[in-house]
């Protein structure tokens, strides 16, 4: 009522347009009875009936398919905006799968005679989901490289998915060649590849998951000593040459994995050994001997040989190796610091105690508990003969592979254990008969 016009009716108010206060054409004039008159919105329209074109009534109906047809046009915003996101992404994946050679690994996957043991081609989204978007928490470790994630996948496999953290042409081509490598490759102490993911700027490789860190992170710990047996260590050594022996003889074309080194035997629950990172590894006709290429390999474990001549052999694993059974025998790095914080080459170091006769001061308070002099003795003269600078001195892989598992048997066979290795079940038949017979004769 307070909008009332007081003392007029309807019909007297309108015949002075100038001061009619119901102007707007879609408005309407109600007398009040004893008060005046009041202005209204005609039926479908709504607003202030008192205001001039082009505010006060406006069709309700109008004013509703504006906003429907608003909402519509930003609902079909979003989903043009959704569609052509999803159609660039896939723009995206298609050409880093293509970038990343993947018809060339696809058709060398497809190549393998075990279908169960191929390796696979995952999604980027089915990674995605396996790492929970590459989460923080997921993170097992971080390189020079790049980064290594735990991942579940859908069929609740756990697994290690490693991440590049760049993109340049030499890395993708790694990343190619550990793939060719791998995807070739099935033996019982080399890392298992399960997959790669090729829809990414950065080539993602699936590996089977190993729980137990590095043979490195087990020799060298921060605090104490390492809690690494001299039994578990020859074990591994063993366990280690074995994969190596197959890599470069028994595989189809030999294998020089290029980066011997404690940081790439891998342990899993059981401490069983598995090699891996077969990046920097190469292809080589069973009728080469060597090939000549860039010079690759962690400080410390090089071949000098190779080095100097960029002339890749098996005989530059065998000298990594040596290093490595340096590693097992003296729990030191390969460049480590003294007390006095002074940095020291521990085959220089070997070498130097080797010519003085003072071996035993190298070897680690553990190892020279639990091994025996002869042993000592033994493997010295296996990592000397390693560490030739001339490569065609140094053991074949077999012939390491074969003196390890010699002090293994002589070794096991005090204690009354017999040990597998290879085929030599008949073997291990008649030491276990032996056995038998001995406690039934006491």
């Not at 290429?293 to 065998?318: M, N």
Request: charge should be neutral; charged fraction near 25%.
């Amino acid at each position: 009522m307070n909008w009332v016009i007081a003392n007029q009716s309807c019909k007297d108010a309108a015949k002075d347009t100038t001061t009619f206060a119901c102007i707007h054409e879609h408005s309407s004039c109600l007398d009040v009875k004893n008060e005046g008159y009041r202005c209204v919105c005609k039926d479908g329209y709504d607003g202030n009936p008192y205001l001039p074109l082009p505010n006060g009534c406006q069709g309700v109906i109008l004013g509703a398919s504006i906003g429907t047809s608003l909402l519509l046009f930003c609902i079909t915003l979003v989903i043009v905006c959704k569609k052509w996101k999803q159609r660039n992404q896939q723009k995206i994946k298609k050409r880093n799968f293509l970038r990343n050679h993947g018809l060339l690994l696809q058709q060398l996957i497809s190549a393998s005679d075990h279908i169960e043991e191929r390796t696979s081609v995952f999604s980027l989204e089915e990674v995605e989901k396996a790492t929970n978007n590459f989460d923080e928490t997921r993170v097992l470790g971080r390189g020079g490289h790049g980064t290594v994630y735990k991942g579940i996948l859908s069929d609740q496999r756990i697994v290690a998915i490693k991440k590049s953290k760049t993109v340049k042409t030499s890395e993708i081509d790694q990343f190619i060649n550990e793939v060719a490598v791998l995807s070739q490759i099935n033996h019982r102490n080399v890392v298992k590849l399960l997959g790669c993911c090729l829809e990414t700027e950065v080539p993602l490789l699936i590996y089977e998951f190993i729980s137990n860190g590095t043979l490195s992170d087990h020799l060298h710990v921060s605090q104490g000593e390492s809690k690494l047996s001299w039994d578990d260590r020859l074990r591994i050594a063993s366990e280690s040459t074995g994969a190596l022996v197959y890599l470069h003889s028994a595989a189809s074309m030999s294998v020089f994995h290029r980066d011997v080194k404690s940081s790439n035997i891998l342990l899993d629950d059981t401490f069983k050994a598995k090699v891996s990172d077969f990046g920097a590894s190469r292809f080589i006709p069973l009728d080469q001997t060597h090939i000549v290429t860039a010079i690759h390999g962690t400080f410390g474990y090089i071949d000098p040989e190779y080095y100097q001549t960029s002339q890749l052999t098996e005989k530059s694993d065998v000298y990594s190796f040596g290093i490595i059974l340096l590693e097992l025998l003296t729990g030191k790095k390969p460049i480590f610091s003294t007390k006095n914080g002074l940095q020291q080459n521990l085959a220089m170091n070997f070498l130097q105690a080797t010519r003085e006769n003072t071996l035993l001061d190298l070897v680690e308070d553990r190892v020279l508990q639990e091994g025996t002099k002869q042993e000592f003795l033994e493997i010295s003269s296996l990592i000397e003969i390693c560490l030739n600078l001339k490569g065609t001195k140094r053991p074949t892989m077999k012939e390491v592979e074969y003196k390890l598992q010699s002090m293994r048997k002589v070794r096991m066979k005090k204690k009354g254990v017999c040990i597998l290795e290879g085929n030599e079940d008949a073997e291990c038949l008649v030491c276990r008969l032996t056995l038998l017979h001995k406690w039934w004769m006491k």
